[in-house]
Every structure is written in structure tokens, then in C-alpha cells.
């Protein structure tokens, strides 16, 4: 069973700790989180990220919010809606924010806290389970592909949809760590993620596993995929509109048409809570804008290893930052859930028998 070598998230006490993702690559750190607006303002700055992290983040802020302070309606209203405000693409936040609303809702106060406890321990067991099977079931994918060229498979990745951003083994990563732990050799292209660059969060994860990465700029994808350098590309999601288009982020949608262009195939990763009926394609999911400074501006370490921010463009430049961006359907290969791999044209029949 795979165990997260550092929990992305955990209770501690009346809050929670989190590793704090705005501190990787370059160090390790944990932070506490003892109130709602804590755990918002976590949530907004993307210390704790990733779709299915994020949803186990809200539903816990839940109960961080009712274990501090007043556990009525008025309070239990209050805290979905800062919860439900702090970053609107990925649907695993209104999903675990809906099913903790449904939960605590017909429950006396009193008994509302120690329930928003196990109702959010439970989403985060769950989701690390529903990872553990989307990787079991990538795994199948990636014993059918075949390299090319005498060398290892290699699979190409955007963004950080591993570990560090669910409760569990990740989901665009979880087929390569399954892979490994069967031993069968996997090296991953990993695109750079401009602007906030979570390819480096990935390039991070897969040092500590020893799994083989090659980093690449994000505008590397193209060239790449046209020389049949990856045989797969494999992506999570934040939210996948009820016809299967997916809004990822932002840059995926170039990889999908390059993969396109080059044959190669192209795999959505993602469990259920991911998944979005209600909204049926994709000109309908809410793109994220974020600030423009995190394009103008770039954190690193210097040749001393201080933290320094870099201002990178002409002064008074404007800029503007789509957090994400949305492939059409059919660009996608397939979608690997916990409960298989599925075709674009299967999906309605899918989502229709998982909600019966
Ligand atoms: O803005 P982020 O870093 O939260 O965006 C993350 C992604 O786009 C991931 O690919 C997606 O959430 C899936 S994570 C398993």
C-alpha cells in the first residue's frame, strides 16, 4: 500500500497541519491551521492544491470552523460559503462541501461537531482509496502501451497531480507509482507548468521515489510528442463537464492537440468526486483568474540558496493568468477512474450508472 511519505494534510487537535506546498521544491515545511479562514486562505494560496486535496482541505475546514465556534445553521452556512469561495474550477471543493452540507445538516448542533470530523476523515480515507485504484487500473493502460525505440515506456505529465495534491497516491502519477512498485520501468516527461510551475512540485515527488524525470518547458510539449519521445500523455482534472470536456490546468489543452496531431494517446486521470453532471460541457465550467503578478514575478533560490522573488517583465506590464483551461472530449483517449478506464463515448452511460 502506498503511504505518503509526508501527509499532505492531517487533524491536529481542534485544526489541522498541512504541508505547505508554496514552500516546495525547495523546502520542507508543515503549517498549522487552527481556523476557517486559516484553512481558506491555504486553500486561495494554493498551500494545499490539487483538486482532491482540495475538497479534503474544505470538508476539514468545516470542521475546524464548527469545533471553534458556534455549530448552528447560521454558522454552518457561513462556513460553506467562505469554503466555497476560495478557488471556483475544481469541483471536488462544491462536491466535498455538498456532501458535508448533507451530512451535518439534519444533525443537532451538538452533535454537529464530532460528525464534521468523521464525515471529513472519511472523504480523506476514501479519496486515498479511490487513488490507489485509479492507479491500479492506469497500470493496466500502461502494460498495454508499448515503447519505442528499445527504451523505457515514457509517459508525459503537465502540472502536479501526484501525491502532493490528494490524501493518497495522486492520479495522474498513480499508475507510474504503480508501475514501479511492480517494477516495470517508467520514466515521465515533466512539463515546467508556467506560471506556478507545479511541474516542479512533480519533479520533486518523483526524485523522492526514485522514479527517472526528465523536466522540460512547457513549450517543449509539442517537439517532443512530434518525435515520439512519449508514448502516453497522462493528466489529472479539476472538473470534467457531463460530455467529458476537462478543464485542467492551464497548458493541457496544448499538450492534447499536439498528442492528437502525433497519435499519441491522451489519458484523464480523476475520481468520480471530479466528475460534474450538472454541468454539461465545457464553455459552462468557471475558468479561475488569477493575479497577474504570479506571470510577472518568479520565486526561486539564489546561487546562496535564499528564497528571492524575481520580477521578470517590463515595468507596468500587464498580464493576464487563466488558472486553467479546457480540453475538448474529444481529444481525450479515455478517463481512468477508481472504477476503470472510460471511453469518451461510454461516459453518459458511466455517470448514469454511477448515479443510479
Ligand atoms: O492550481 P492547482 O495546482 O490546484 O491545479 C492542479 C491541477 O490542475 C491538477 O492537475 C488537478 O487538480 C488534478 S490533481 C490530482
Avoid at 2 to 21: E, H, M, N, S
Avoid at 69 to 78: F, I, Q, R, S
Avoid at 338 to 350: H, K, M, Q, S, T
Wanted: with cysteine; net charge negative.
Amino acid at each position: 500500500m502506498f503511504v505518503q511519505p509526508i501527509a499532505t494534510l492531517r487533524r491536529d487537535g481542534d485544526g489541522l497541519t498541512v504541508l505547505d506546498q508554496t514552500c516546495l521544491p525547495w523546502r520542507v515545511a508543515e503549517r498549522r491551521l487552527a481556523t476557517l479562514e486559516d484553512v481558506a486562505e491555504s486553500i486561495s494560496a494554493m498551500r494545499v492544491r490539487g483538486a482532491p486535496l482540495i475538497g479534503c482541505a474544505a470538508a476539514f475546514g468545516v470542521a475546524v470552523a464548527l469545533a471553534r465556534g458556534e455549530a448552528n445553521d447560521a454558522a454552518l452556512d457561513y462556513a460553506l460559503a467562505v469554503l466555497r469561495a476560495t478557488r471556483p474550477t475544481a469541483v471536488n471543493l462544491a462536491w466535498a462541501l455538498n456532501r458535508m452540507d448533507e451530512r451535518l445538516r439534519p444533525l443537532p448542533s451538538h452533535a454537529r461537531r464530532e460528525a464534521a470530523w468523521a464525515e471529513a476523515a472519511a472523504i480523506l480515507t476514501e479519496d486515498a482509496a479511490m487513488c490507489a485504484a485509479i492507479g491500479a487500473h492506469g497500470l493496466g493502460l500502461l502494460r498495454a502501451l508499448r515503447a519505442r525505440g528499445g527504451r523505457p515506456l515514457r509517459v508525459m505529465t503537465h502540472c502536479n497531480a501526484g501525491w502532493l495534491a490528494t490524501a493518497g497516491m495522486g492520479t495522474a502519477l498513480a499508475p507510474i507509482y504503480a508501475a514501479r512498485a511492480e517494477g516495470l520501468e517508467v520514466e515521465v516527461l515533466v512539463s515546467e507548468t508556467r506560471p506556478r510551475n507545479q511541474g516542479l512540485l512533480t519533479a520533486w515527488e518523483l526524485a523522492a521515489a526514485g522514479v527517472k524525470y526528465t523536466l522540460m518547458a512547457d513549450n517543449a510539449a509539442g517537439l517532443l510528442l512530434m518525435r515520439g519521445e512519449a508514448d502516453a500523455v497522462i493528466v489529472g482534472a479539476d472538473r470534467i463537464a457531463a460530455n467529458g470536456d476537462t478543464a485542467n490546468k492551464v497548458g493541457t489543452y496544448l499538450k492534447a492537440l499536439a498528442a492528437r496531431a502525433a497519435g499519441v494517446p491522451f489519458y484523464v486521470a480523476a475520481p468520480l468526486s471530479t466528475f460534474d453532471p450538472g454541468t454539461a460541457c465545457g464553455e459552462a465550467i468557471p475558468v479561475e483568474e488569477r493575479a497577474a503578478e504570479e506571470v510577472l514575478f518568479i520565486d526561486g533560490l539564489d546561487e546562496e540558496g535564499c528564497p528571492r522573488r524575481l520580477s521578470l517583465a517590463p515595468k507596468d506590464a500587464r498580464a493576464v493568468n487563466p488558472a486553467f483551461d479546457v480540453t475538448p472530449a474529444a481529444l481525450v483517449s479515455g478517463f481512468i477512474t477508481e472504477r476503470g478506464v472510460i471511453g469518451v463515448d461510454g461516459l453518459a452511460d458511466f455517470l448514469r450508472g454511477v448515479q443510479a
